[in-house]
């Protein structure tokens, strides 16, 4: 089956620098791609997400890249502020097809003023 | 849009008690419903895929007849945790699944922190 890893499991940065944040995945038959963002005590929250027919989207300060030859897919946050510390999941599904989606392990992300 | 609420937010319980929890999509139709659970520190785990009218798809090592789910509406399903025992204690999140172009996006429920004493 599907297997998503993660990676860094932490990360801390200035705030006003970058973070990225990187998925690989194992199936290739796989064609959606969400990142979540969760607070502590909450629920995640859908930030952006992604199919596989595009290689990269925007939201603002958020951005996802997408690449299908290699697996993997990247989430980038611009600018960061102190709000954008949580912890940030990546998932990939067939889409449709079920649609059950299959988690990273997270990275709890940690913007210092 | 697509919100979707969990309710109690919180509940504690003794031991050998049921707990209900609900899930509701309020301002879509939701026509499969997740029911996740998540450990301190860790990533979701999928417990059962619920789709409205029709019997919950439990995943590998999780006990159906401990973790009831009903969905018997578009807008509503239901937990139960049975016979509830303190390594029951954890964060249950549900997931709803809309009608439509976006299919297969997932929108969160709040969460329910449920302790068993």
């Known amino acids: 089956g599907e297997n998503v890893e993660q990676h860094p499991s932490t990360l801390s940065v200035q705030e006003g620098d970058s973070a990225v944040i990187k998925c690989t995945y194992s199936d290739s038959a796989s064609n959606y791609f969400p990142w979540y963002k969760q607070e502590l005590g909450k629920g995640p929250q859908l930030i952006i997400d992604i199919r596989s027919n595009v290689g990269e989207k925007k939201d603002q300060r958020i951005a996802v890249t997408l690449n299908k030859t290699a697996k993997h897919f990247s989430l980038h946050i611009t600018e960061t502020q102190p709000e954008d510390s949580a912890v940030y999941f990546c998932?990939?599904?067939?889409?449709?097809?079920?649609?059950?989606?299959?988690f990273g392990q997270g990275t709890e992300l940690s913007v210092k003023p | 849009g697509a919100v979707v609420s969990q309710h109690p937010s919180w509940v504690i319980c003794k031991s050998g008690t049921s707990v209900k929890i609900e899930c509701r999509s309020l301002?879509?139709?939701?026509?499969?419903m997740f029911w996740y659970r998540q450990f301190p520190k860790q990533s979701l785990m999928l417990m059962a895929t619920s789709n409205e009218g029709s019997k919950a798809t439990y995943e590998q090592g999780v006990e159906k007849d401990k973790f009831l789910i009903n969905h018997a509406s578009l807008t509503l399903s239901t937990l139960t945790v049975t016979s509830a025992h303190p390594e029951d204690s954890s964060f249950y999140i549900c997931?709803?699944?809309?009608?439509?172009?976006?299919?297969?996006?997932?929108?969160f429920g709040p969460g329910t922190r449920l302790t068993v004493l």
């Open positions: 301002d879509f139709q939701a026509t499969t």
């Open positions: 998932a990939a599904s067939k889409g449709n097809q079920g649609g059950k989606l299959i």
């Open positions: 997931s709803a699944r809309g009608q439509g172009s976006s299919t297969d996006t997932q929108y």
